[in-house]
């Protein structure tokens, strides 16, 4: 069992950043990819990124390519999404999610609880 706790959102202005972090339980952390999601009212929940369990290999969305980074420290049970060049189009819930899978496709076993980002314009 994984438990995951999103933090870091927020209110901001367009073109400005926000870093989110997603704490998990569990000593099986590293094990695990980790994947961010988010979903705006009224649309469906979209892919953002995902990082492998060794970090070594990451993927984005194309609308957040370029602007978004996705990382984890093993060390800190944690996997972050640095958000930079925020538009009012990326606001939305975000969630992490951890899969089980060692390569992809991915499949996302235990979801986080959401943080809201708001990006004013």
């Known amino acids: 069992q994984v438990q995951l706790v999103e933090s870091g959102g927020g209110l901001v202005q367009a073109g400005g950043s926000l870093r989110l972090s997603c704490a998990a339980s569990?000593?099986?952390?590293?094990?695990?990819?980790m994947g961010w999601f988010r979903q705006a009212p009224g649309k469906e929940r979209e892919f953002v990124a995902t990082?492998?369990?060794?970090?070594?290999?990451?993927y984005y969305a194309d609308s957040v390519k370029g602007r978004f980074t996705i990382s984890r420290d093993n060390a800190k049970n944690t996997v972050y999404l640095q958000m930079n060049s925020l538009k009012p189009e990326d606001t939305a819930v975000y969630y992490c999610?951890?899969?089980?899978?060692?390569?992809?496709?991915?499949?996302?076993?235990?979801w986080g609880q959401g943080t809201q980002v708001t990006v004013s314009s």
């Open positions: 999610a951890a899969s089980g899978n060692s390569d992809p496709p991915y499949e996302y076993d235990y």
């Open positions: 569990g000593r099986t952390f590293s094990s695990y990819a």
């Open positions: 990082i492998s369990w060794s970090g070594a290999n990451t």
